[in-house]
């Protein structure tokens, strides 16, 4: 129905940027609101970013360095990433839910992308 795909990972070195992407196919109207979350080495999958209608919310972890950004009419996510820390190493993932309104649940989402690596390494 719904199909994710992330690309720009990356090793990077601390302080340095990223900027990822997620292009959306398929039956894209029903996506509502969509997020990034990531899963550090040995960690659960936490929530980093999320958008909905014109509005989006950030985890305290990242505020002041990542921003989310959606272009609803070409189907694509993208999240900014400055100021990188060696934390912020992990897979992320592009998610997206057919709920409206933000939100940092995991289990709202019902369409899950492949992920994406980013290392950040001094």
């Known amino acids: 129905q719904v199909q994710l795909q992330e690309s720009g990972g990356g090793l990077v070195q601390p302080g340095g940027s990223l900027r990822l992407s997620c292009a959306a196919s398929?039956?894209?109207?029903?996506?509502?609101?969509m997020a990034w979350f990531r899963q550090p080495p040995g960690k659960e999958r936490e929530f980093v970013a999320t958008v909905s209608g014109g509005t989006t919310h950030v985890a305290g972890s990242v505020k002041g360095r990542f921003t989310i950004a959606r272009d609803k009419a070409n189907n694509m996510m993208t999240l900014q990433m400055n100021s990188l820390k060696p934390e912020d190493t992990a897979i992320y993932y592009c998610?997206?839910?057919?709920?409206?309104?933000?939100?940092?649940?995991?289990?709202?989402?019902?369409?899950w992308g492949r992920g994406t690596q980013v290392q950040v390494i001094g």
């Open positions: 998610a997206g839910a057919s709920t409206v309104g933000l939100t940092s649940l995991r289990e709202r989402y019902r369409y």
């Open positions: 398929g039956r894209t109207l029903l996506i509502n609101t």
